[in-house]
């Protein structure tokens, strides 16, 4: 094979890399919103909180960095049904993509944010204690109640309600989301807009 030849065949194989790379993204990401979807999201938050209970149930055994800390926040949009029955669902759908991208933008790059379902998004906080994701989930309810939610000439104003746990010994992922969610419903049933803490 001549040099030609090889460098066209490495081309070949570096597009259809790439190709590879972009359908699994897709495969990880929510169509609406583009953050990750459920199945990207457990993809990624699986990994840490084993790492985190390992180094919490060994913590005299040293591997790699020491994180002790693994948090969530399950945000829930405020009555989204009533912001699609009046607004229509395309409104809906843009306060969701407005939403997701309000939370990416203010929480760090290491962070984890996908798509539950429906209008429910969670939040991994690797390295966040109780105390930094009851802040940070406060300063996200801020974030997205602080200004009106656009869409074509309407304003829309939305609130989300918070829920927040940290990672315990012997927890699951399961175990962790459902903490979660359950101190989400508490937020809901205590008046909505607000942060509950699990603890």
Known sequence: MGY?????HMLKIRELQQKIRQL???????????????????ERVDPFVNEVRYQLENPDQRRGLIIRNFSLIFVDVDKF????????????DSVLIEVAQRLRDNVRGSDIVGRYGGEE????????SAEDA?????????KIEEKPFKHGQLEIP????????TLKIKQSTNDLIDTADKALYMAKEGGRNRVVTAD
């Open 121 to 128: 998004i969670v939040i991994g906080l690797l390295g966040a």
């Open 24 to 42: 699994q993204e897709e495969l990880i990401t929510d169509e609406l919103t583009r953050i990750l979807n459920r199945r990207g999201l457990m």
């Open 134 to 142: 009851r802040m940070i989930a406060e300063n996200l309810r801020k």
């Open 4 to 8: 030609t030849a090889t460098m066209s």
């Open 81 to 92: 049904k009533t912001i699609n029955d009046t607004h229509g669902h395309a409104a809906g």
């Open 158 to 165: 939305v609130t989300a309600s918070f829920g927040v746990t």
